[in-house]
């Protein structure tokens, strides 16, 4: 089992996401977990802002691959799956569940936010931002899909930010080793242990046209199966992807 990278706690940054980039940019490759106790201009998918009040976890963890971009954004499923780990450490055993391609849902409402960038580096390698973010404390209600917070749901106080990364880190380093060495097979069978929403009806909203269908599971690349409702199938690769919700 590798060693878990080492944590570099700030008080306050932009985005711990930006940080990676900044550092990945300037040659920099870690591995380093970057967390900060507030963001100041948290990015989520899509380019949504994602907020971090005082308690809650931002962290991102920089690193480099030698595999290609396509692949190397599995690594968000990786990152999905650390981050459910987590919930049932902290909520018990089956509180999670995960819907396409990286939210971490409890009770039906998000709580998890991750975000994978990458950019390529002079040797030809890829750094990568992975960063994660989790509503231990508090839960946006300025948002457009319903939120909840680990506090939410325990009877007593959340664990710290540091403490959930504690846990989240070595479970990432987990799941990436199963993933560097096995390939994704392994991480798309836990996913879909964990998955909400396949065999059901769901919307895909992709940036140029929605499509409708059932979701059937992942490919081998991570990808959404989508049996539409005329039969054919489409990979959804990118998007969103709705399970009865407005």
């Known amino acids: 089992m590798a060693a878990t990278p080492p944590i570099e706690a700030y008080e306050e940054l932009d985005s711990t996401n ?33 907020s971090t009040r005082r ?20 690594l968000s499923f990786v990152a999905a799956l650390a981050a459910c780990d987590l919930a049932d450490t902290c909520l018990g055993s089956g509180a999670a569940r995960l819907k396409w391609p990286n939210d971490v849902l409890i009770h039906g409402r998000k709580a998890v936010g991750i975000l994978v960038e990458s950019g390529t580096r002079p040797d030809g390698r890829l750094w990568l931002a992975v960063g994660i973010g989790v509503n231990l404390a508090h839960a946006p209600t300025d948002v457009e899909r319903p939120a909840t917070a680990f506090a939410d749901h325990m009877a007593g106080p959340p664990p710290t930010p540091r403490a959930a990364l504690d846990v989240l880190a070595p479970a990432f380093e ?8 096995q ?64």
Not at 55 to 70: F, K
Not at 174 to 181: D, F, L, N
Not at 210 to 217: D, M, S
């Open 18 to 50: 930006a940080e990676a980039r900044r550092r990945g940019e300037a040659g920099e490759g870690g591995p380093v977990w970057i967390t900060a106790a507030v963001q100041t201009a948290g990015r989520g998918r899509r380019g949504r802002a994602w």
């Open 55 to 74: 308690g809650n976890l931002a962290a991102t963890l920089l690193t480099t691959t030698d595999r290609p971009p396509g692949e190397a954004a599995q």
């Open 174 to 181: 987990r799941w990436r080793v199963a993933w560097t060495t």
């Open 183 to 246: 390939g994704f097979a392994p991480i798309a069978t836990g996913w879909s242990e964990r998955a909400t929403g396949l065999g059901r009806p769901c919307e895909a909203r992709l940036p140029n046209r929605t499509l409708r269908g059932v979701a059937e599971g992942l490919d081998a690349d991570g990808a959404l199966r989508l049996r539409l409702d005329d039969g054919g199938l489409e990979r959804i690769t990118a998007g969103d992807v709705f399970f009865g919700e407005a």
